[in-house]
């Protein structure tokens, strides 16, 4: 009878912490898939991540990616001009 106590409480911790409720969002997401992913478990980690909160440092690396990509963008359109002058010369 210890082991269905401890069982029960540690079922209401999930309970409360949140965690059921994911685990079923995510798993209920996964039966309503048309198409089955290869690896149910990848995609399991996948949108569990994608529920977890968010990396202070994982947003910075976002903000700094997508500064790059504007830079690559001017820098790719800077090409463009340069080579059409050159084709002039």
Not at 43 to 57: I, M, Q, R, V
Not at 71 to 76: D, P, S
Request: a negative charge; glycine letters at 2%.
């Amino acid at each position: 009878q210890a082991a269905d106590s401890k069982r029960e409480q540690f079922r209401q911790y999930l309970e409360k912490s949140g965690v059921l409720d994911v685990l079923t969002k995510v798993l209920v997401a996964l039966y309503e898939e048309p198409e089955k992913p290869n690896s149910a478990l990848d995609f399991l980690k996948h949108h569990l991540g994608a529920s977890a909160p968010e990396n202070p440092e994982l947003e910075a690396l976002r903000l700094e990616l997508a500064e790059m990509k504007e830079k690559y963008e001017a820098v790719l359109e800077e090409n463009k001009t340069l080579k059409s002058k050159v084709k002039v010369y």
